[in-house]
């Protein structure tokens, strides 16, 4: 089968780009619409029709009298492919039917999902990627199953941290004092300590934490929160616009021992990297030699492209971020790790939203928000709808058989058949039985254990309508999205339109052997070959053989032969070029016959080229010239199908009425 995607950017391309679905005949009425452009089997074409067309379709600044007559020609030979294949009968094939609704089951849950779940959430990160928040916080751990009493427990108590940090009290001292996070703990300037998380921008934390921390002014205090960790309240210190990530280097000067004159002689060694950095020295020579970051000295201590939120050291980021142009460096900045002298390379500002989409899309399919936009989208479109689950029957089965004998039962299918029958989940006007749920229960994974056979059961009935309730709207989006409903007429209509072509066009003239073999008779004198360069290409698994095969053909001995000898360690293949095409071969054409590249790398392979002399201008065999004449042949069979149509279907054009 055609890949779809194939089929859709086929008709697409067929004009630059437009998108647009096959016409209906409509009754003369239309006809008196005022200036139509274009009158296609007695419908017209309006300004108003061409101007939507055409503003879809042009992706260049672009846009003249000449551009758009072209692209009038071009969207009335579509509309009329389009027309008759329909008239031809193709919309009523049932493989063409099966193509359609493959591309639709391919597209449509991803498209649904990308619209409600996906670009909502890209755009709200790339919007908090400008921009970095500080906060502390203060949590209260308590598991996300646990009993009532430790859940109220946990929240009591996080509600009277809250209420004293409102009255005034240091959040810093409530967080070492009292915050369950082991960070808050930590010395003075360490990364969590007195609860202060330091920046942070979209993507760093956990959904509702993020949410909490962009919607709390600078110095207030959240409401109450809950995360899988436990209970949270947050302040937000402060917050400011994210620098651009930068790619940065540094020389990490550990002391060598917990004396005194370990640290004095950790110093000296930095003093040491700065007399040679200010005496001109390029950084990555003295990280090479001095830094004891041996992950990163043999690359000139470059740590890579790192934004301002990616956990580096407090005391390295901000010293890192303070350079004021590529090519700086520090002064030393003191961790627990030693001493690091920083070094600015070059600065990487975010880009459009467009330029990051799919850096971002693929950022959120790693992070828990995906999943739980995804389940909150299902859930509001199941209380659109109205459900239910009959949890009695649940409770039934609980009662007589213990865990794992009802799972086995449900994976199994070995519920009585009265079980099987009985209605046991409903959405909207659609009813479920035991028996549906047992085959979805069959092939998909149980929730997490929670303790309770019960809940483990009930979660999967709300994983299960979640799906039923997706699904109910992946099968109503045409109804419901206009773009999803243009985007499958596009298809269907490319399909039709590939199917008229393969078969009116393209099939034809590849197999009309006598056609093809008469346009040759006729164009021969214009087939040529011109002068070109024959290029004998060897690669093998390392230059040392190439140079070997090179001085045994140099010392005269027949190529043929040497190649034949190293058939076993060389690869050996030959073309023809007659002009530059910016490719390796090119390099070929400033030697002289016989001469050699120097080896070069390519797929993990040296490759060496030789000028083999020069092949003199000639005519094309039948078979040399064939795939060129194919192409003339249906070049010739579109030009008379279109001249056809357009008689037929009876097309007037006025390209003098299109406007700029």
């Given at each position: ?6 089929l859709?950017l ?7 780009g437009c998108?647009?679905?096959?016409p ?14 274009a009158v ?31 692209f ?6 579509y ?15 049932p ?22 779940v ?7 990160l790339?919007e ?22 430790d859940t109220l427990?946990?929240?009591s108590?996080i ?5 004293s ?13 009292h915050?369950?996070?082991p960070?808050s703990?930590?010395?003075?300037g ?12 979209g993507?760093r ?12 002014p600078?110095?207030?205090i ?9 209970y ?6 402060d917050?400011?616009p ?22 004095a ?13 200010d005496?001109g020295?390029?950084?990555?020579s003295?990280?090479?030699d001095?830094?004891?970051d041996?992950?990163?000295?043999p690359?000139?201590?470059?740590i ?19 350079l004021p142009?590529p090519?700086?460096y520090s ?10 002298i920083?070094?600015y ?10 330029d ?5 899309k ?9 999943q ?26 609980v009662?007589?058989?213990p865990?794992?004998s009802?799972?086995r ?16 989940a ?10 549906a ?10 929730p997490?254990a929670?303790?309770s056979?019960?809940d483990n059961?009930i979660?999967s009935l ?8 997706l699904a ?12 999803f409903?243009?985007t ?7 399909i ?12 034809a003239a ?6 093809l ?5 006729a164009q021969?004198?214009s087939?040529?070959?011109?002068d070109?360069v ?13 140079f070997?095969?090179r001085?045994?053909?140099r ?12 058939r ?16 390796p071969?090119?390099?070929?054409l ?12 390519s797929?993990?392979?040296?490759i060496?080229?030789r000028?083999?002399?020069v ?17 003339l042949h249906?070049a ?7 001249d056809r149509?357009?008689?037929q ?12």
């Amino acid at each position: 089968m055609r890949h779809p995607r194939f089929l859709i950017l086929f008709a697409l391309l067929v004009l630059g780009g437009c998108r647009a679905s096959g016409p209906s005949v409509t009754g003369s009425s239309r006809i008196s619409a005022p200036e139509p452009v274009a009158v296609i089997n007695g419908e017209p074409l309006t300004q108003a029709d061409f101007e939507e067309q055409y503003a879809r379709a042009l992706s260049t600044g672009a846009d003249s009298i000449e551009d758009r007559s072209t692209f009038l020609d071009r969207y009335v030979n579509y509309r009329l492919k389009v027309l008759e294949a329909r008239r031809a009968g193709y919309a009523d094939i049932p493989e063409v039917e099966q193509e359609i609704q493959s591309y639709r089951s391919q597209l449509a849950r991803p498209y649904l999902v990308g619209q409600e779940v996906t670009d909502p959430l890209v755009r709200q990160l790339y919007e908090r990627r400008k921009e970095a928040v500080q906060a502390s916080h203060i949590l209260v751990s308590v598991d996300a199953k646990a009993p009532a009493e430790d859940t109220l427990r946990a929240w009591s108590r996080i509600t009277a941290l809250r209420d004293s940090a409102l009255s005034g009290a240091d959040f810093g001292q409530l967080a070492r004092q009292h915050s369950e996070d082991p960070s808050s703990k930590s010395a003075p300037g360490s990364p969590g300590a007195d609860g202060n998380l330091g920046y942070f921008g979209g993507g760093r934390m956990v959904q509702p934490f993020e949410d909490y921390a962009y919607d709390t002014p600078v110095g207030g205090i959240s409401p109450v929160f809950r995360t899988r960790f436990g209970y949270h309240i947050l302040k937000v210190e402060d917050r400011k616009p994210l620098p651009p990530a930068r790619e940065l280097a540094h020389i990490m000067i550990q002391p060598r021992g917990p004396s005194p004159v370990d640290s004095a002689d950790a110093l000296r060694r930095v003093n040491l990297a700065l007399e040679r950095l200010d005496s001109g020295e390029a950084f990555s020579s003295v990280a090479a030699d001095l830094s004891d970051d041996r992950n990163s000295a043999p690359n000139g201590g470059n740590i890579g492209l790192l934004g301002f939120d990616q956990g580096l050291p407090p005391a390295m980021r901000d010293s890192a971020f303070a350079l004021p142009a590529p090519g700086a460096y520090s002064g030393p900045a003191q961790t627990r790790f030693g001493y690091h002298i920083m070094s600015y390379i070059r600065e990487e500002p975010l880009r459009s939203l467009e330029d990051e989409y799919e850096t971002l899309k693929q950022q959120i399919s790693n992070l828990p928000r995906a999943q739980e936009a995804e389940t909150a989208f299902a859930r509001s479109l199941r209380t659109e709808l109205g459900d239910s689950i009959h949890t009695a029957i649940v409770d039934e089965w609980v009662d007589r058989m213990p865990g794992d004998s009802l799972y086995r039962a449900l994976i199994q299918g070995e519920l009585e058949e009265a079980d099987q029958r009985s209605i046991i989940a409903t959405l909207g006007d659609s009813t479920w039985t035991v028996s549906a749920f047992q085959d979805w229960f069959r092939s998909s994974r149980l929730p997490a254990a929670s303790g309770s056979v019960r809940d483990n059961v009930i979660a999967s009935l709300n994983n299960f309508l979640d799906e039923q309730a997706l699904a109910y709207e992946v099968a109503r989006l045409e109804d419901r999205n206009e773009d999803f409903r243009r985007t499958m007429a596009e298809f269907r209509d490319g399909i039709l339109l590939f199917r008229l072509m393969e078969d009116s066009v393209w099939s034809a003239a590849a197999s009309d052997s006598s056609g093809l073999r008469a346009l040759y008779d006729a164009q021969k004198d214009s087939l040529m070959f011109p002068d070109r360069v024959e290029v004998v290409s060897m690669s093998a698994a390392s230059d040392s053989v190439l140079f070997h095969a090179r001085d045994r053909i140099r010392g005269g001995e027949a190529a043929s032969e040497v190649f034949d000898d190293m058939r076993t360690r060389i690869r050996v293949d030959t073309t023809h070029i007659a002009v530059r095409s910016g490719s390796p071969f090119d390099d070929v054409l400033d030697l002289n016959e016989g001469e050699f590249t120097e080896p070069s790398r390519s797929n993990g392979r040296f490759i060496m080229l030789r000028h083999n002399g020069v092949q003199p201008a000639r005519h094309k065999t039948y078979e040399e010239a064939r795939s060129e004449l194919i192409n003339l042949h249906q070049a010739n069979l579109e030009a008379q199908l279109m001249d056809r149509l357009r008689k037929q279907y009876g097309v007037e054009t006025w390209p003098d009425r299109l406007r700029r």
